[in-house]
């Protein structure tokens, strides 16, 4: 007896050295007033003489300044006994922690975004909610870090009202009716993994390996998460195919925020969209009858599904290890959102959900689009590098001609390999040479590419992503049978006079498999 008590003791103390190691949180869901939240951290030990406690100034997908800060208030820092510490403010983001070795909990009040009267240029889809019907946890918004400590790990504690429901990709390590706490192994993990509660409107899809959660809010109830997964299950079963007969995780959430279109909120008038991260994404779209979205719904949702490849499994540096100070961008944009956005609407053709012409008609739009409405001469490396500075004018392109870079690379491929290998391939390898804990070097993704495929692939990467050279598109669509037609139809149609290698190359490519 003596010696279970024993061991039970020292597993208390060694529980105890591990919460004294990382951050506790904890968040009161019951008691909102003015559509804001307070927060109370237990910080880890310190042992330097100042902390720097700070909420991020930019976060991955979204590829603007957002500055989370600004919507802190009442910041303070206490010691084990209570008393105050001196915290100092350094700027929007950060503030400065004193005697930090005494350091116990900081405490602190956060505002809603999406009701906020501050100016800002947080996007909808990442930023918070905080009301009586609904509450989006996005943990940017809420959580903080203190500067060199991001690879501990993180306890959130939601003490919650009975009727609430937490929808995410994370599983609580305990629930109940009062009361939800989430473990997060780093702060990468805990800013990749979005919370949505609220009264439950869910539901579920298997497929395959992969157990998918739609959760829906929908203010006047005309959207239903049974039925949007209805629309998702063929496209999901499809996409589970396209990647070879997997899908590379075993649960994923779609979290879908639809707005009343009468409420008045902090955004732009039809600002709209959705974000990605690894196991989830989270949807901020106009609450509108079923019929009038359905496509928009099924398109928006199989891109942001589709970056659990890019850049949530193949990146660079800059996105593996991301600056959340400063602006620190990739070069390639062109990789993470243009051949997600090309294979979100490849997969449908691929799978017969779309026809070949619904296809054509989406490119030819692109093409149209990305020549009227952006620089078709921009270098599409610096557009990325400078997409939160100079160019963030420009970054709109990504999904139009970055989409176009994908699909002319797609079709040269399939070209120079006699349909054997195309880009589809190409991330595959890229995935088992990189993959999810490793990164590619900006300068050296190209020969990287080159080392996979062959030197021209290279050529027409630096000629037309590098240098900006505009795509000529009727020359690589032409290599699988599409013609272009540049005059008033600006239209990409079937080419009933293409050879037979064309035709070889344009049946792999197009045709349902």
Not at 44 to 50: A, R, S
Not at 208 to 224: A, F
Not at 269 to 296: D, M, V
């Amino acid at each position: 007896m003596k010696r279970t008590l024993l061991i039970l003791l020292l597993l208390h103390i060694f529980n105890n050295l591990l919460l004294a190691q990382g951050y506790r949180y904890s968040v009161d869901l019951k008691n909102i007033q003015n559509d804001k939240l307070s927060v109370t951290l237990l910080t880890p030990n310190l042992t330097e003489k100042k902390a720097v406690f700070a909420l991020p100034k930019i976060i991955p997908g979204t590829y603007a300044i957002s500055d989370y800060g600004k919507f802190v208030t009442d910041l303070a820092a206490y010691d084990k006994k209570g008393k105050k510490l001196q915290v100092k403010q350094l700027n929007e983001n950060q503030w400065e922690i004193k005697r930090a070795k005494r350091l116990n909990k900081i405490t602190y009040v956060v505002e809603d975004i999406f009701d906020t009267e501050i100016p800002h240029e947080i996007y909808p889809m990442a930023a918070t909610n905080i009301e009586a019907q609904n509450i989006v946890i996005h943990s940017p918004g809420i959580f903080g870090y203190l500067e060199g400590k991001s690879k501990l790990p993180f306890e959130l504690t939601f003490e919650k009202p009975a009727n609430f429901h937490a929808s995410s990709s994370g599983v609580p390590v305990s629930s109940n009716a009062g009361q939800d706490v989430f473990k997060m192994e780093h702060l990468d993990e805990l800013y990749d993994t979005p919370i949505m509660y609220g009264i439950a409107d869910t539901a579920k899809i298997q497929v395959g390996n992969c157990e998918v959660l739609v959760s829906v809010y929908s203010p006047n109830q005309l959207m239903r998460a049974s039925e949007i997964a209805e629309w998702l299950a063929d496209l999901l079963k499809g996409a589970r195919k396209y990647l070879g007969g997997k899908l590379p995780a075993d649960r994923y959430a779609f979290l879908y925020y639809f707005k009343d279109p009468a409420v008045e909120q902090s955004f732009p008038p039809g600002l709209g969209g959705a974000l990605e991260h690894t196991t989830s994404s989270f949807y901020y779209l106009p609450e509108l009858p079923a019929e009038k979205l359905k496509n928009i719904v099924v398109d928006v949702s199989s891109h942001e599904f589709f970056h659990i490849i890019t850049p949530l499994n193949i990146a660079s540096k800059e996105v593996k290890e991301f600056n959340y100070d400063e602006a620190v961008l990739s070069k390639h944009l062109w990789l993470y959102e243009g051949t997600t956005e090309y294979t979100a609407h490849h997969v449908q053709v691929k799978n017969g959900l779309n026809t070949v012409q619904q296809f054509l008609d989406k490119l030819s739009d692109k093409i149209v689009d990305s020549r009227e409405s952006y620089d078709d001469s921009l270098s599409f490396t610096q557009l990325s590098a400078h997409a939160a500075s100079i160019h963030a004018g420009q970054y709109g392109n990504v999904y139009q001609k970055g989409a176009l870079i994908a699909a002319c690379l797609d079709v040269y491929l399939l070209h120079l390999s006699e349909g054997g290998y195309g880009l589809k391939d190409l991330t595959h390898d890229l995935g088992i040479r990189f993959g999810k804990d490793r990164y590619f070097n900006d300068d050296e993704l190209f020969d990287e590419i080159e080392k996979l495929t062959y030197p021209e692939i290279k050529q027409f990467l630096v000629k037309h992503v590098q240098e900006g050279v505009p795509i000529p598109y009727g020359e690589y669509f032409g290599l699988a049978g599409i013609k272009y037609l540049s005059s008033e139809e600006k239209a990409l149609v079937l080419d009933d006079q293409a050879g037979e290698e064309a035709k070889l190359i344009q049946k792999v490519w197009l045709l349902a498999e």
